[in-house]
């Protein structure tokens, strides 16, 4: 189990009995609309790609980029359209062999 903290622009930090390591946010967007769902849109994008069994170092990052893409915007956006968008095709790629 674990507690991830979200930090605004300082970025997340994740907390395990195996230890800690920080996520650090990207630069903030020149156009800032607000940051209304920014963190429901990380917990939900955190919480799929759990689900989907990414390393967490590697989620915690990608998540705080995709919570950081919706300051960008006013209001609130749809998650699992967005959040698609943010992968890139590398990431999708599947692991292991077929």
């Known amino acids: 189990s674990a ?4 930090r605004g622009h300082a970025g997340a930090r994740w907390y395990s009995r195996r230890g800690a390591f920080d996520a650090p946010a990207p630069p903030t967007p020149t156009t800032e609309g607000d940051s209304v769902g920014a963190g429901d849109a990380f917990t939900a994008a955190l919480v799929l790609e759990l689900l989907e069994g990414r390393d967490p170092q590697a989620a915690l990052a990608h998540c705080c980029a995709y919570a950081s893409s919706q300051v960008a915007v006013r209001g609130a956006l749809p998650m699992p359209r967005a959040f698609n968008l943010e ?3 590398a990431d ?6 077929n």
């Open 87 to 89: 992968r890139s095709a």
């Open 92 to 97: 999708s790629e599947p692991s292991g062999s």
């Open 3 to 6: 507690v991830v903290e979200t």
